[in-house]
C-alpha cells in the first residue's frame, strides 16, 4: 500500500518570502506520479504542480516548484515570492502507474495549512 | 459546463435515511471519480469509473455505500441508512482519459453531508 505523510501541520510566512512544504511517501512501485494540490478557504481542490517519477529534472510552475527526490522518497514544494492568495491548505498525492485501466487512485496525506502574512 | 458540478452543495439527513450525491463532470471527460473527505484531512478514494464502467470500488467503506454512472456521464454516489460517522465533504473529480496516471484529476466543489 501506498502512504503519503505530511509532517508539518502549519506553516506561516511573510509575504514575498520563500516558504518550503515537506512531503514524504511510501511506495514498492517503479513507475508513478506524484502531485500538490492547494485547498483554499473557498475548499476548492486546485492542481499546483506535478512531477512524473522517472523525469529527474524537478517541476517548475511559475512560483511553484518541486525538490524530488527519488531515493529518499521525498518531494517538497517551495514556494517563492509569497502571496496572500496563497494561503490555503497544501496536499501532496500520488498515483501509481499500474498499466491496463486501474489507474483512478490518488492518495493523499494529511495536509499542510500555510499562511502567508502581510 | 465548465467546470464539475455537484448537488446538492449541502444535505443535512437524519440517521437511517438514504441520500443521494450527484455529479455532473466535465463534458467529454471520460474518467469520473469519488473522493470522501474528513474535516482537517486530505481526500480518501471511495470509487471511480471509466465511462460508465466501475473500475476500482476498493474505497467504497460497506456495502452502504453504492456508485453508478449508466450513461458514462453524471454518477450518482448513494449512502444507504445513513451514520454519524458518514458526515463529511464528498468530492466528485473527473479526468479526461482513463488511460494515463498523470491526467489531471479536477475537483468538483464538493457536497456537504451531515447525518444528525
Known amino acids: 500500500a501506498q502512504t503519503v505523510t505530511q509532517s508539518q501541520p502549519e506553516m506561516s510566512v511573510q509575504e514575498a518570502e520563500t516558504v518550503t512544504l515537506s512531503c514524504t511517501y511510501d511506495t514498492s512501485e517503479n513507475n508513478y506520479y506524484l502531485f500538490w494540490y492547494k485547498q483554499p478557504p473557498s475548499r476548492q481542490m486546485i492542481l499546483v504542480i506535478r512531477q512524473e517519477a522517472y523525469k529527474q529534472q524537478n517541476a517548475t510552475e511559475n512560483r511553484f516548484s518541486v525538490n524530488f527526490q527519488k531515493a529518499a522518497k521525498s518531494f517538497s514544494l517551495k514556494i517563492s515570492d509569497s502571496q496572500l492568495g496563497d494561503t490555503a491548505m497544501y496536499f501532496c498525492?500520488?498515483?501509481?502507474?499500474?498499466?491496463?485501466?486501474?489507474?483512478?487512485?490518488?492518495?493523499f496525506g494529511q495536509g499542510t495549512i500555510l499562511t502567508v502574512h502581510p | 459546463g465548465a467546470g464539475v458540478s455537484q448537488s446538492p452543495r449541502y444535505k443535512v439527513t437524519k440517521r437511517g435515511q438514504d441520500v443521494a450525491l450527484r455529479c455532473d463532470p466535465i463534458s467529454g471527460h471520460v474518467s469520473l471519480y469519488w473522493y470522501r473527505q474528513a474535516l482537517g484531512q486530505g481526500p480518501e478514494f471511495l470509487t471511480y469509473f471509466n465511462y460508465e464502467a466501475q473500475q476500482d470500488k476498493s474505497g467504497l467503506p460497506n456495502d452502504r455505500f453504492s456508485a453508478e454512472r449508466p450513461e458514462g456521464s453524471i454518477s450518482t454516489l448513494t449512502i444507504q441508512r445513513t451514520e454519524q460517522r458518514d458526515s463529511a465533504m464528498y468530492r466528485c473529480?473527473?479526468?479526461?482519459?482513463?488511460?494515463?496516471?498523470?491526467?489531471?484529476?479536477?475537483f468538483g466543489p464538493g457536497t456537504r453531508l451531515t447525518v444528525l
Open positions: 473529480a473527473s479526468s479526461s482519459s482513463g488511460t494515463a496516471p498523470d491526467d489531471t484529476q479536477y
Open positions: 498525492a500520488f498515483i501509481y502507474d499500474a498499466g491496463g485501466t486501474s489507474y483512478g487512485k490518488l492518495t
